[in-house]
């Protein structure tokens, strides 16, 4: 059934979202670190060669940066609500087809139920259930 299918895809869009959303703030607190600086120095070391060590980046570089990424967590963030909105309209949708090869589809697909669950809910054999769950689309 195409809206399971379509169901089951936005499921697994808005989780790679949420990971893209997760990864994008982890750079964000790695970029913060970097202004900060190495907390291991406190002056300027005047006896070692130039070049020595680690070299900052410009601060423009990373405020750059930084601006970049959160605009990039604003746009993640707005494509997260689109499509927890659509999955909710889809749901609601498939709650309301008829007919019990629909039902046991959603259960088993959406619900994640097995089919004794489906059966022993719906009030039909294992069998019965497990014999409309693959006529019905698969």
Not at 32 to 51: Q, V, W
Not at 82 to 91: E, G, L, P, Y
Request: with cysteine; charged share 30%.
């Amino acid at each position: 059934m195409l809206g399971i299918k379509t169901y089951k895809d936005l499921q697994l869009e808005k989780e790679i979202i949420e990971d893209r959303i997760e990864q994008l703030k982890q750079n964000q607190k790695l970029l913060a670190k970097e202004l900060r600086g190495p907390a291991h120095i406190t002056a300027i070391d005047y006896s070692k060669d130039k070049g020595v060590g680690i070299t900052p980046r410009p601060l423009e570089d990373v405020l750059a940066e930084t601006m970049q990424i959160d605009s990039m967590i604003l746009l993640e963030e707005e494509r997260l609500k689109n499509t927890v909105r659509t999955i909710q309209k889809i749901d609601e949708r498939l709650q309301q087809l008829e007919g019990l090869h629909y039902k046991v589809a959603y259960m088993r697909e959406v619900q994640r139920k097995t089919l004794q669950e489906i059966a022993d809910e719906l009030g039909y054999s294992h069998q019965y259930a497990s014999c409309t769950y693959r006529s019905g689309f698969y």
